[in-house]
């Protein structure tokens, strides 16, 4: 666990580095230079130290480039001064992540999320260019919030998470296995007991319609088999949905009246600071 | 009997929760630290893919459309999230002209105490910073000719 703690740590570092100072004051190019570095060291140890694939190489590498692509985009967008450039890192952090559902065998979701995204970075661009730019450079993007408690919590919260992925993997034996059969296993396991509480569950959870392969072992076409589990198994879901989707519509049009009083008396950006 | 998983099948799982891991840190760290409302908007979305992902790679492990269902239904809530986050943005942005999120501190409970400093305090009591030239200092332009007038009413003070 030394080596991860380690790459967790210089990740930590730089990212910290890199952030914008709490007042505000300005860094040296230098300090900036460092903290890409320590980032830059720590995320691609970590991630090439545990990143493991099989099969093609071509597929493998893919994996590799969109998942350094996805964190060090994540990371630019969370450190940009300008908001422009958080929403460019941002849609890179979108276009890797397709890649990787893609390689994950699912294409329509791929498609949908970049269809999704690609509207809804262009109307950030639209806000950003109302809102932001106007006043030009705005102070509150050159300082932060207590960046250090931040990142020293988050990173905590990481180096927890690949702690017990990572203390997991090691454990080859049969109950590190047990932890995490599929639970089309212990639908095979408890049907000897029809009505034991698990087993309903299970198989209530694994019905036909929502597997890769259907009764004779073939793999379904993609998109009929993710419409026919969305149209079965998940009908209620996808209505609640639809009335979710049209309640924020409704929302969204009541809370931007234009009508409303404006501008009661309260604390407003200091002059001095917004430029 | 419970067939074995097959190594390779969970190896290709931790893959995709180390990087959902990572996107989602990334993207808490962006929401507690930024003060920029649009960029915290956007660490929210990046805290929505990061759980996409592992959802997509436990769907994959398990072999069924479950993950992806769900990351579907993920899709629809993160764009009535943006819609409704965009509407009230341009709302708090009406009332202090800032995008600035620490000016809307005092809506916290008032009995309770600040975790924090205050930041106006704070920057009292912080030394004067000399600039030093860096990818944070803009370069200062002289003015070139004496400022017209202005037609009564900036266009960011109309409300009609």
Redesign the interface.
């Known amino acids: 666990m030394i080596f991860p703690t380690v790459a967790i740590m210089l990740a930590a570092i730089g990212t910290f580095l890199l952030l914008p100072h709490r007042h505000g004051a300005l860094r040296p190019g230098k300090l900036h230079l460092i903290g890409a570095a320590l980032a830059a060291v720590g995320l691609v140890g970590l991630l090439s130290a545990y990143l493991s694939f099989s099969g093609p190489f071509l597929s493998g590498l893919f994996l590799m480039v969109f998942s350094l692509f996805a964190v060090f985009g994540g990371v630019l967008t969370v450190t940009s001064r300008s908001p422009i450039d958080s929403a460019l890192w941002f849609a890179s952090v979108i276009l890797s992540t397709t890649g990787l559902f893609l390689l994950a065998g699912a294409p329509f979701l791929a498609a949908g999320t970049v269809i999704v995204y690609a509207g809804a970075i262009i109307v950030t661009f639209l806000f950003v260019i109302m809102l932001a730019q106007m006043e030009g450079k705005a102070a509150y993007d050159r300082a932060a919030r207590s960046p250090g408690t931040s990142t020293f919590t988050c990173f905590l919260l990481f180096w927890c998470l690949v702690y017990s992925l990572l203390s997991f993997r090691a454990d080859y034996t049969d109950q590190g296995k047990k932890a995490l059969l599929p639970p089309r296993d212990y639908t095979a396991f408890y049907v000897v007991q029809p009505d034991f509480p698990t087993f309903r569950v299970f198989s209530a959870a694994n019905r036909s319609t929502s597997q890769f392969v259907d009764a004779e072992g073939n793999r379904k076409p993609h998109v009929a088999g993710l419409g026919e589990t969305l149209f079965t198994d998940y009908l209620i879901t996808v209505e609640l949905v639809g009335a979710l989707l049209f309640i924020a519509l409704v929302g969204a049009v009541a809370i931007t009246d234009p009508k409303l009083p404006i501008r009661p008396a309260g604390p407003t950006a200091p002059s001095g600071l917004a430029a | ?5 097959e ?2 099948a ?10 959902g ?3 989602f ?6 929401f ?5 409302m ?2 915290m ?3 929210a ?2 805290m929505l ?1 990061g759980t ?2 592992t959802l ?2 436990f ?8 993950g ?2 769900f ?3 993920i ?10 986050a ?6 708090l ?11 809307w501190r ?1 809506i916290r409970e008032p009995e309770l105490e600040c975790p ?1 400093k205050d930041e106006v305090l ?2 009292e009591e ?1 030394e004067e ?1 000399e ?8 370069p200062q332009l002289t003015p070139a000719g004496i400022e017209p007038a202005h037609p009564g009413q900036a266009w ?1 003070e109309r ?2």
């Open positions: 009997m419970p067939a074995e998983p190594i390779l969970l190896n290709a799982l931790m893959n995709y929760l180390l990087v891991g990572a996107l840190v990334l993207g808490m760290l962006g507690l630290a930024r003060r920029n649009i960029v908007f956007l660490s979305e990046m893919q996409a992902l997509v790679g769907g994959r492990y398990h072999g069924n459309w479950t992806q269902v990351t579907i239904v899709l629809t809530v993160a764009a009535c999230e943006a819609s409704i965009l509407a009230l943005i341009v709302v942005y009406n009332r202090r002209t800032s995008l600035d999120i620490t000016l005092e924090v704070e920057r912080a910073i600039p030093i030239p860096g990818p944070e200092s803009y960011t409300r009609s």
